[in-house]
């Protein structure tokens, strides 16, 4: 039976990297994929798919609008054996559930890689509705600078301050956010530390 898999991790836990290599892997086995991502997610391109080490793939945008199901059933029904979604937590709880329906009514494993929470640590819409209907929840490890375990997602401004108020969706990489523990994260906003993000001099 195909399962609804929901692969979180705090930012720079490579959860990019994973899906593109879960992709390669099934490609190597004569399976054919279909690689999606959320239109809010433009960092690399309208179509392209790349992770911080370098790898990269061809994508198909998912605007908040589109029936994930209904267009599956259009495109993709008998030619595609597993999807894989990155940056899953921007989708619409809707379309969670259309992706629900694919692996219910065809069959199709889904596999979904994304955060869980946003920069003040509340779940995103469709981590939240993963969360609560995915078959298997898989975290995705990091480590915080301190050496302790990666839970929080904190933006940094460009004094080097976390922030705590704001959009939820702001989109950034090593560039205004870093991965930290929450006994960190705290300290860091009660202390009003100034926090070096990576790949900084």
């Given at each position: 039976m195909a399962k609804l898999y929901f692969k979180y991790g705090a930012m720079g836990s490579s959860k990019t990297a994973q899906a593109l290599i879960t992709k390669y892997n099934y490609e190597e086995n004569d399976l054919s994929?279909?690689?999606?991502?959320?239109?809010a997610d433009?960092?690399?391109?309208?179509t392209?798919?790349?992770?911080?080490?370098?790898?990269?793939?061809?994508?198909?945008i998912i605007p908040p609008e589109t029936d994930v199901?209904?267009?599956?059933?259009d495109t993709r029904l008998?030619?595609?054996?597993?999807?894989?979604?990155?940056?899953?937590?921007?989708?619409?709880?809707?379309?969670?559930?259309?992706?629900?329906?694919?692996?219910?009514?065809?069959?199709?494993?889904?596999?979904?890689?994304?955060?869980?929470?946003?920069?003040?640590?509340?779940?995103f819409p469709g981590s939240l509705r993963l969360m609560e209907v995915a078959d298997t929840i898989q975290e995705i490890k990091t480590?915080?600078?301190?050496?302790?375990k990666a839970t929080v997602n904190a933006r940094i401004d460009s004094t080097g301050h976390i922030v705590t108020q704001g959009a939820q969706v702001v989109l950034g990489g090593n560039d205004s956010y870093i991965a930290m523990c929450?006994?960190?994260?705290?300290?860091?906003?009660?202390?009003?530390?100034?926090?070096?993000?990576?790949?900084?001099?």
């Open positions: 994929v279909w690689l999606l991502k959320p239109s433009t960092r690399d391109g309208e392209i798919l790349r992770s911080r080490i370098g790898l990269e793939a061809e994508v198909e199901l209904q267009l599956f059933r008998g030619k595609c054996d597993v999807i894989i979604v990155d940056e899953c937590q921007f989708l619409t709880q809707q379309q969670i559930d259309q992706l629900r329906s694919i692996v219910d009514e065809h069959n199709i494993p889904v596999m979904c890689f994304g955060l869980r929470t946003d920069f003040q640590t509340k779940l480590i915080c600078d301190c050496g302790a929450h006994k960190c994260y705290v300290r860091g906003i009660r202390d009003h530390r100034v926090i070096k993000l990576h790949g900084q001099k």
